[in-house]
């Protein structure tokens, strides 16, 4: 069986690409709206219930499984591999903010 469908590019901001550190709720949101997508569509696409994107997007949920960084890259139409790097990334980040907070 062949797949006509070519695989998604990757997504790239001058200052991710810089190596600045951004939320991975706010990069969610630019790869959404990049697209011209909806909350409801993107929830729609990866099977989210009501207000989980939203609650991604604004920072007060991170991604939970790795099924739902799969679904969300998908329906957000970008690389899988590039959500699953932003979201260790975005792990990475907070874990070593509360180490910090906590050693000061």
């Known amino acids: 069986m062949t797949h006509n469908k070519t695989a998604p590019q990757r997504v790239s901001f001058p200052d991710l690409d810089s190596g600045l550190t951004v939320p991975l709720g706010t990069l969610i949101t630019r790869v959404r709206r990049m697209r011209g997508l909806s909350q409801r569509e993107i929830?729609?696409?990866?099977?989210?219930?009501?207000?989980t994107l939203s609650k991604l997007e604004s920072g007060t949920n991170g991604i939970s499984s790795v099924s739902s960084?799969?679904?969300?890259?998908?329906?957000?139409?970008?690389?899988?591999?590039?959500?699953?790097?932003?979201?260790?990334?975005y792990i990475e980040n907070k874990t070593k903010q509360s180490a910090d907070r906590a050693h000061h």
């Open 69 to 89: 960084v799969v679904k969300l890259a998908d329906a957000l139409e970008m690389p899988r591999q590039q959500l699953f790097e932003w979201a260790v990334s």
């Open 43 to 51: 929830q729609r696409r990866a099977g989210m219930k009501d207000s």
